[in-house]
Antibody, heavy 119, light 111 residues
Framework: EVQLVQSGAEVKKPGESLKISCKGSGYSFTSYWIGWVRQMPGKGLEWMGI????????RYSPSFQGQVTISADKSISTAYLQWSSLKASDTAMYYC????????????WGQGTLVTVSS | QSALTQPASVSGSPGQSITISCTGT?????????VSWYQQHPGKAPKLMIYDVSNRPSGVSNRFSGSKSGNTASLTISGLQAEDEADYYCSSYTSSSTSRVFGGGTKLTVL
């Protein structure tokens, strides 16, 4: 069974750093793209970026380029989303998603990680 | 990068059919057959309902169907059921640097 299991909720202060994770199982982790999607409170879905764990090829939405870092450790089938200095506006639910190499849809979603940034 | 345009809300009675539109440009919806649709119930992760314009993943009810005409894609739900009440999002490949884009979402209310 394909699963994407994300790390737990986080409460941080502005200016702090954070790295959340997404562990894939039940499939060949290096053969599919893993992306990240933001959903701010009460708002819609926003595309952040994507990584191909097989060769670490990474693409970012221009809206998030320079604001976050996407990485992956294929040895433990885990992708990451990282911030170096959080802002209150980063408060949101973050989902990791799987995407087939030849497609542009997201067939599996993680359960989401809620990040709250507040002083 | 502008989101794809969806109506904020639609509604229908049980048993009826409804259609949700998703309007983009020739750089996304109109230029490629890579439109997908997602259903999100409150407090839950989204779920893939339609991919590549009109294909249903295994396990998705055949009451859900997708189509496209020009720069507008559509999701049709027939035989509405109470469990269909949710938010629906479209997504498309885009030739812009972002590569993927979502619609703003549509809240479906089953009356």
């Amino acid at each position: 069974e394909v699963q994407l299991v994300q790390s737990g909720a986080e409460v941080k202060k502005p200016g702090e750093s954070l790295k959340i994770s997404c562990k894939g199982s039940g499939y060949s982790f290096t053969s599919y793209w893993i992306g990240w999607v933001r959903q701010m409170p009460g708002k819609g879905l926003e595309w952040m970026g994507i990584i191909y764990p097989g060769d670490s090829d990474t693409r970012y939405s221009p809206s998030f380029q320079g604001q976050v870092t996407i990485s992956a450790d294929k040895s433990i089938s885990t992708a990451y989303l990282q911030w170096s200095s959080l802002k209150a506006s980063d408060t949101a639910m973050y989902y990791c998603v799987r995407s087939w190499p030849g497609g542009y849809y997201f067939d599996y979603w993680g359960q989401g990680t809620l990040v709250t940034v507040s002083s | 990068q502008s989101a794809l345009t969806q109506p904020a809300s639609v509604s229908g009675s049980p048993g009826q059919s409804i259609t949700i539109s998703c309007t983009g440009t020739s750089s996304d919806v109109g230029g490629y057959n890579y439109v997908s649709w997602y259903q999100q119930h409150p407090g839950k992760a989204p779920k893939l309902m339609i991919y590549d314009v009109s294909n249903r993943p295994s396990g998705v009810s055949n009451r859900f169907s997708g189509s496209k005409s020009g720069n507008t894609a559509s999701l049709t739900i027939s035989g509405l059921q109470a469990e269909d009440e949710a938010d629906y999002y479209c997504s498309s490949y885009t030739s812009s640097s972002t590569s993927r884009v979502f619609g703003g979402g549509t809240k479906l209310t089953v009356l």
